[in-house]
C-alpha cells in the first residue's frame, strides 16, 4: 500500500499535532483492513466446518462427523450397509454391520451360504459349522460309521483310537483278541506293558506265575525287587536262606534286624566290638 493511496495533504504547522493524530488513526485503520484482508479471510476460509454428508451426524467429541447406524463412510459419503441373503444386521458401528443367520456360514465377505449337514451329523450350536453323531467318523464332507470289532466300544478319545477293547482282550491289528492269562495271575488294566500280573506269593519267569520258596525264618514281601521274601528280625540272608545272627559282646542288631552295629564307644574291627581309644 503506497502513501497515495490514503489520498493525504500536506499540512500546515498550524495545528500539526491535531492533524497528525488523525493521520496516525486513518494509516492504522488502513493497515488493519489490509492485514484482515491478506491474513484473516484465510484463516476464516480455513475455519469453516465442512457439510456434513446425508445419514451422518457430528462426532460427540474432537472434528468431523460419523456415519448413522447402517452406513459405513466411502471418501466424503456415507452409503448404506447392503444386508447379504439369510443374513440380519448387527446395528453396530464397527465390523461387516451384518451377520450370516444360525444355520449359515459367511463365504468371503459377501454372502451366507447355508450349512449342509451330512447323514450321520448334526449342526454346531455356533451354527456355523457341523460335527459327526457319536459312532460316526468325519471324512472329508461325510460322516461315516465307525466299524466296531467284537468285543471292542466306542472311545471318547478326541485323539487315537477311535474303540477300545474290552477288558480281557487287546488290539491286534484290527481286532480285539482275548488275553492269555497265566496260572496264578490277574489283569492289572495296565494300558501299556504286560497286562497282567503275577498274585502275591509268585513271581513272573518266562510268560508264567512261579512260586516264591519262602525259607525257614523269613516272610513274604511285596519289594518290587529281591527275591520275594526277607529274614526275620536276627536273621539274615545268606545262601537263599535265613541265618541266625551271632551277636559279638557290645553289638546290636540295626534298624533293619537283619544286620549289627556296634554299641556307641565302640568300633566293629574283625567282626568284633572294641572299646574306641
Known amino acids: 500500500m503506497h502513501r497515495s493511496d490514503l489520498n ?11 492533524t497528525l493524530a488523525v493521520v496516525s ?19 476464516y476460509a480455513q475455519s469453516q466446518t465442512a457439510p456434513l454428508p446425508a445419514n451422518a451426524q457430528p462426532k460427540s467429541y474432537g472434528e468431523g462427523w460419523k456415519c448413522d447406524r447402517g452406513y459405513r463412510p466411502d471418501g466424503d459419503a456415507c452409503l448404506a450397509i447392503i444386508v447379504p441373503k439369510n443374513a440380519y444386521a448387527t446395528n453396530r458401528t464397527y465390523g461387516a454391520g451384518w451377520a ?14 447355508e450349512v449342509v449337514v451330512p447323514d450321520g451329523g448334526y449342526l454346531d450350536p455356533s451354527g456355523q459349522r457341523w460335527n459327526c453323531l457319536r459312532g460316526y467318523m468325519k471324512v472329508d464332507d461325510l460322516c461315516l460309521e465307525i466299524d466296531l ?17 474290552d477288558r480281557g482282550y487287546e488290539v491286534e491289528d484290527d481286532t480285539c483278541v482275548a488275553i492269555t492269562i497265566p496260572e496264578n495271575a490277574f489283569l492289572n488294566g495296565s494300558k501299556h506293558g504286560q ?66 552295629e556296634c554299641h556307641r564307644n565302640f568300633q566293629r574291627s574283625q567282626e568284633r566290638c572294641v572299646l574306641n581309644d
Open 8 to 18: 493525504l495533504s500536506p499540512v500546515s504547522p498550524k495545528g500539526t499535532s491535531g
Open 25 to 43: 488513526f486513518t494509516v492504522l485503520f488502513a493497515l488493519a483492513f489490509v492485514a484482515h484482508i491478506a491474513i484473516g479471510s484465510p484463516s
Open 100 to 113: 450370516c443367520l444360525h444355520g449359515f456360514q459367511e463365504i468371503e465377505g459377501t454372502t451366507c451360504l
Open 149 to 165: 470289532p467284537p468285543n471292542a466300544y466306542l472311545s471318547d478319545n478326541v485323539y487315537g483310537s477311535v474303540w477300545l477293547c
Open 195 to 260: 497286562p497282567w500280573t503275577c498274585e502275591r506269593g509268585y513271581f513272573e519267569r518266562d510268560d508264567a506265575c512261579v512260586a516264591v520258596a519262602v525259607p525257614e525264618n523269613a516272610y513274604l514281601n511285596d519289594a518290587s525287587y529281591g527275591p520275594g521274601w526277607k529274614c526275620n528280625r536276627g536273621f539274615a540272608e545268606a545262601d537263599n536262606g535265613c541265618t541266625r545272627i551271632d551277636l559279638p559282646e557290645n553289638a546290636h542288631l540295626d534298624r533293619s534286624g537283619n544286620r549289627w
